[in-house]
């Protein structure tokens, strides 16, 4: 059982007490219960949103393509689905690289891969090094390949917050899919970056004069 498996566990046990002593404080008093009431639904509420759902989320995320569509889950991909819920990121990463040695040719897993290393491992170094390895071991078809380089911009962009290794990135993409939606979306990315950019400047002009 991991830290974030323990912390939530807390959370419940704490959450399941408080319910307990609020309820015998006011269960005599009609006036404060309903008070009571409303307290515990947006605290569960609360609990639910920012932690359960993500935790939900992320055991969907594996059997569900991040564009909607839906694939297959075989026994390999439900593996991996209840390692990632449970925590175990690794064991997770060895279920989704069993399915790409029956089937190199997915791209889902990889990006699977990646997005454990950068956002549960808490290394994108890592998982940079598993897209751009499996981006140079054969002649992926556009769309796959523009989906890697995609999750690339991703890691770079969310993760390291490195805008010029973002920025060219997409370039690239721009560069070798001209006239294509994918070439529109880099350009759309770029435009985006560059808002992101100059507010972050802004941000830290503020923080400077401020000091």
């Not at 393509?65 to 990463?93: F, H, M, N, V, W």
Request: hydrophobic content about 45%; charged content about 25%.
């Amino acid at each position: 059982m991991n830290r974030t498996q323990i912390i939530r566990l807390c959370l419940v046990a704490l959450f399941l007490v408080l319910v307990k002593l609020g309820y015998d404080r006011v269960r005599d008093n009609e006036g404060m219960m309903l008070v009571y009431f409303i307290a515990m639904g947006a605290l569960a509420g609360f609990l639910f949103v920012k932690y359960v759902l993500p935790w939900f989320a992320d055991a969907v995320g594996t059997v569900v393509y991040s564009s909607g569509e839906e694939i297959r889950p075989d026994e390999t991909g439900l593996k991996a689905a209840a390692k990632l819920a449970q925590g175990d990121y690794e064991g997770a990463i060895a279920e989704h690289e069993k399915a790409l040695a029956n089937d190199p040719a997915q791209t889902y897993p990889i990006a699977e891969i990646a997005n454990i290393c950068a956002k549960r491992l808490n290394d994108p170094q890592r998982a940079l090094q598993v897209l751009q390895k499996h981006l140079s071991a054969c002649e992926w078809p556009e769309e796959d390949a523009a989906f890697l380089r995609f999750r690339m911009v991703e890691v770079q962009l969310d993760t390291l917050k490195d805008f010029t290794a973002a920025r060219h990135l997409l370039e690239q993409i721009v560069a070798d899919f001209p006239n294509t939606r994918h070439s529109a979306n880099a350009n759309h990315k770029l435009h985006e970056m560059e808002q992101m950019e100059y507010k972050l400047i802004m941000e830290q002009r503020a923080k400077s004069t401020g000091a």
